[in-house]
Structure formats: structure tokens, C-alpha cells
């Protein structure tokens, strides 16, 4: 629901800043654990703790959109070009859908390897039957989806910033509303 503010709610912003942070941290560590060598037993100490935040950020990316969906939100600038209010409401619409999916891959992976998925120690109930080609199919999704996700956030770092800094015309400065 848009509306006449200027800003998101408190909640809103605090919820896009933690969950900013910890997505490129999860994808930081992601490629770090990734690239250790089998052997190194510290790979195998990483894995319950990227399971144990993806998890929290799952649960965090569900009541953002909660919260979205009962929060005033600021109208896009009516100075921006048609072109960049679809980009906006594309890049946020994938931002969403793949914020939610990059998880889900990874819950699945292990889920359906076989494998338990604990948050902080407490067993997360498995959903669904061992099947290792699905396992498969789960991990080449986790394995594409973030770069996907880092692509899009990329380009919303860059839009916002455009906005901010190069448009001749501060009214459509959007990175104030979540400032």
C-alpha cells in the first residue's frame, strides 16, 4: 500500500539493513566454505552455522514482507522515468523472490540429501523423502541463486545511489525513505 510518507517504518528499515548484512555475509561465508578443500575440517564447523543463519534469515525475509505488506510505503518519485519506476518495482519483486528462494534451495539440499538441518542446535523437522537427484538440483540452485541475488543488489546499490548522487533533480533521491 503507497502512501504520502516520505520514509519506511522504523521496522522497515531496520529489517532491510539486518537482513542486507546478513545476506552478503551468508554469501561471503557461502563462497568461503564453498572453496575449502573437503578435508579441512573447519568447512564441516561452518555448515551448521550457515544453515543455523540462513534459517533466522528466512524467518526474517518472511516478516519483512509482513511488515511490508501492512506498512505505509512511500510512493516512487513522480519525476522518475517510466522505465525506472518498472525497474524498481522488478528488481524489488526478484530482490523478494530470490531473498526467499536462495534458503529454501538450501534447506532443500540438505533436506532431501538426507542431511538434518538444525537451527542452533534444535533439529528442524525434514519435509520431505530422500532423493539425491533432487538434492542435486537443490545445490545447483543454491549455487546459482545468490550470484543472481548479488546481481540484483548490485543494481539496486547502483540505482539508489544514481539517484542520490548523479540525478539533476533531488526529488528523486529514494535512498533517504530508507535512511
Do not use: C, Q
Not at 25 to 42: F, R
Not at 54 to 72: D, T
Amino acid at each position: 500500500m503507497a502512501s504520502n510518507t516520505n520514509k519506511y517504518t522504523l521496522l522497515m528499515r531496520i529489517l532491510h539493513w539486518l537482513i542486507a548484512l546478513l545476506i552478503l555475509g551468508m554469501i561471503a561465508v557461502g563462497w568461503y566454505m564453498a572453496g575449502l578443500p573437503d578435508e579441512d575440517p573447519t568447512k564441516y564447523d561452518i555448515y551448521p552455522v550457515h544453515k543455523s543463519i540462513g534459517i533466522s534469515l528466512l524467518a526474517l525475509i518472511v516478516l519483512r514482507l509482513l511488515v511490508r505488506f501492512f506498512s505505509p510505503i512511500p510512493k516512487l518519485p513522480s519525476e522518475l522515468a517510466g522505465w525506472e519506476k518498472i525497474l524498481t518495482k522488478t528488481t524489488h519483486f526478484l530482490l523478494y523472490l530470490l531473498m526467499l528462494l536462495v534458503p529454501i534451495s538450501g534447506y532443500l539440499m540438505s533436506d532431501f540429501a538426507g542431511f538434518p538441518v538444525e537451527w542452533f542446535g534444535i533439529e528442524v523437522p525434514g519435509f520431505v523423502p530422500d532423493n539425491m537427484d533432487n538434492s542435486e538440483k537443490a545445490l545447483s540452485a543454491h549455487g546459482i541463486l545468490p550470484y543472481i541475488l548479488l546481481g540484483l543488489v548490485v543494481l539496486h546499490v547502483l540505482g539508489s545511489l544514481k539517484h542520490r548522487f548523479i540525478d539533476k533533480d533531488k526529488n528523486t533521491d529514494v535512498l533517504s525513505r530508507i535512511l
